[in-house]
């Protein structure tokens, strides 16, 4: 089945050190965005790629860094620069081609815990 | 600016009660597309429904239904005779043009259903 893999499903880090999250999709979707989700805060969007190689800084980048060298694969990296690290990180994707109201896909997310 | 507006924060029902879901928007684009996704314990946002702010037709999905009213900027969402199950919470989002058709979510509601 299709869907998109999100590793680790738990993550916990010392304070300094940095992290990367990974996302793959075999959806054969073009685009692909890392979401932060904080409680009562809803999603925020940090990064987001419509093809590879291309990225754009979504709302809240500081701190964090992407890569999109394939189309399946678009890796997280939480810096020791993000002041507050500790959340639950959400990557999704979409296919263009069917429009500017296709849906997002989401993977089952990654828990980050910083200490 | 986009914005998603969720005022509740939390509602808790009993089995088999009717629920409904507000959400309000702003958004200055005049074609625009509206999202509900729910999101279970096990964090993985689930797509729901979409809507083109050219089509306030009301939609039904079992015990789903929306109401879209653009003279007062709103969305809602009802579940009909509520079960354990649709114990999740519950995200409405929005996107345009001005942001690019990048999703803006609200900050959620949660909706705990009791047997």
């Known amino acids: 089945d299709g869907g998109i893999t999100q590793s680790p499903k738990y993550l916990f880090r010392k304070e300094g050190q940095n992290v990367t999250l990974s996302c793959e999709q075999n959806l054969n979707h073009d685009a692909m965005y890392w979401y932060r989700q904080d409680p009562g805060q809803g999603l925020r969007l940090i990064y987001y790629s419509q093809i590879v190689n291309d990225f754009q800084k979504g709302d809240i980048a500081e701190g964090y860094s992407v890569s999109r060298e394939k189309k399946e694969s678009f890796p997280l990296t939480v810096t020791s620069a993000q002041k507050n690290p500790t959340a639950f990180y959400l990557c999704a994707s979409r296919r263009t081609i069917e429009g500017y109201n296709s849906p997002l896909h989401f993977g089952n997310g990654t828990r980050l815990t910083v200490t | ?115």
């Open chain 2, 1 to 115: 600016a986009q914005k998603v507006t969720q005022a509740q924060t939390e509602i808790s029902v009993v089995e088999k009660e009717d629920v409904t879901l507000d959400c309000v928007y702003e958004t200055r684009d005049t074609t625009y597309y509206l999202f509900w996704y729910k999101q279970p314990p096990s964090g993985e946002l689930v797509f729901l429904i979409r809507r083109n702010s050219f089509d306030e037709q009301n939609e039904i999905s079992g015990r789903y239904s929306w109401n879209f009213q653009k003279s007062t900027s709103s969305f809602n969402f009802t579940i009909t005779a509520s079960q354990v199950v649709d114990s999740a919470v519950y995200f409405c989002a929005l996107s345009g043009p001005s942001n690019d058709y990048k999703l803006s979510f609200g900050a959620g509601t949660t909706v705990t259903v009791r047997a």
